[in-house]
């Protein structure tokens, strides 16, 4: 069913045009926004009250809804109504990683071997979890994964939460893959084994790169460090600071050999005191997470590289990225790609059939007027006196006058069309009523439309302008046929007759 869904998927995809992804990030302490166009970046961020996320978790649904909507006054406050599509930054916290290896099978069988891989390390029921995995190295025996898992029930929290706001989820990843996307995608990168340390509002995180993959990635929340002290005095920072990279220097050396000969440090505000920290208990080059190609703030990096993931689709083939939204969300995103493709090519085919009324009327116009100028020219003339001149004149004008007849016979058994459809066009006008598609036989049988409305009273009101006027009758609008979109906005069908 996956392989199925995912064909028709592709199919949709080539025949429509794809919008706009942004990227969306949710911490303990905020929820921040990216939008990218054009080459510019647009950032914005609201805070969040605490308990409102409780180690990773959504806990105040009601509030959290609140912070989105105040989000998304602060991205588009003209367009309330307006609905984004994210890719969401999930909560450290609530994510879990492991590394692992399959054999190099073929194309067909690695999916199901990661898959199953996945299912054996993860450290959540499988039922309960969302697993995703993505490669990291390929070698001639084997390939080398990196799988990440959240709870099912609490990503889906984040998803319902996200729709109800006007959020739309098509992808959830975690901060240590959209950082990583970001310092690829800006060129700060390092092809060495490199540690990267990062200060957030959850706590502390760290992860090594390889070539830009990432190969290992490790979070101690604030609560760790804290205990039960009632703040989080310097020492006991400066401590755990310490105590983790040692721990992540260990494993490094352990699983590849080798050691970081650097780390890179993600810190706003705290950047010194971690380099001064590095440089008195380890013997690492330091350096910052800083790009001169985005003109954004640091503490936004790394939801501008979950906005950056959809700019390109080679960050989006199968296994080449994670994506914790589980089998529920490739269905919704696939729902809502049927209703784009649906709502599109509905509109390309009101175009071309207005383009051909156009036509007809153009058509019949051209006919007429060309009657006209014939009958004009036929009146002016006069023959000459040579009688066999005269003769030939009187035949060719005959088979002339025989055309004519023709073509005022077509005129005449013709059916005005316009006249009609300019009058409805009038009306629909001034309701502000949309129409989308005509279908009409002959016009003497029912007219068929289908249309949209700003709101189900303009409906109503066009419905009785059509029965009041007298160029229509027998005027049926079915009310299952009225149906409200997501932006407020209806859509109905109406049938009526044209009086002649």
Known sequence: MGKFFKKIVNIIEKLSSKPRIDGLEITGAAVKYSIMEGGDV?????????????????????????????????????????????????????????????????????GESVNLNLEMISPIPKDEANMSAQIISEHDLDYEFFGAFAEKKEVGAYQAALIEAGFIPVSFEFQAVAISRFMKKTSIISKKLVLVFEVSPDGLELFILINGNIYFSYFRSWQSVQGTLPSIPRDVFDGAVVEEIRKVLNFTSGK???????????????????????????????????????????????????????????????????????????????????????????????????????????????????????????SDFKPPLDTAKLADLESKSAA???????????????????????????????????????????????????????????????????????????????????????NNSVSFDISFNIVQ
């Open 42 to 110: 647009r950032t914005s961020a609201v805070k969040l009250s605490p308990g409102i996320i409780s180690s990773g978790k959504l806990a105040d649904r009601e509030h959290f809804v609140e912070a989105l909507a105040a989000l998304k006054s602060q991205i588009s406050p003209e367009k309330k109504d307006k609905v984004f599509r994210v890719n969401v930054v999930l909560p450290t916290p609530l994510v879990f990683t492991q590394s692992f290896s399959v054999p190099n099978l073929n194309p067909e069988e690695i």
């Open 256 to 378: 590849f050999g080798i050691s970081p000969d650097s780390i890179l440090i993600l810190a706003p505000g705290f950047e010194n005191e971690i380099e001064n920290v590095v440089k008195e208990n380890f013997s690492l080059k330091t350096g910052r997470i800083i790009s001169s190609q985005i003109k954004a703030n640091p503490v936004f990096y790394s939801v501008v590289g979950a906005a950056m993931r959809w700019q390109s689709d080679e960050d989006n083939k199968n296994l080449l990225s994670i994506n914790l939204g589980g089998e529920d969300l490739s269905k919704a995103i696939y729902d809502e790609q049927i209703l784009n493709f649906v709502s599109l090519w509905r509109g390309i085919l009101g175009s071309v059939l207005a383009l051909l009324l156009i036509a007809y009327i153009a058509g019949a116009l051209f006919v007429v007027s060309q009657y006209k100028i014939a009958t004009a020219n036929l």
């Open 400 to 486: 002339f006058n025989s055309m004519i007849q023709e073509i005022n016979n077509v005129r005449g058994a013709s059916q005005d069309f316009y006249t009609p459809i300019k009058h409805l066009s009038d009306l629909s006008a001034a309701d502000h009523i949309t129409i989308q598609s005509i279908d009409i036989n002959s016009i003497s049988s029912p007219v068929n439309i289908s249309a949209s409305a700003p709101n189900y009273d303009t409906v109503l009101s066009f419905k009785n302008a059509l029965s009041s006027d007298s160029q229509f009758s027998n005027v049926n609008l079915p009310l299952t046929q009225i149906v409200t979109q997501n």
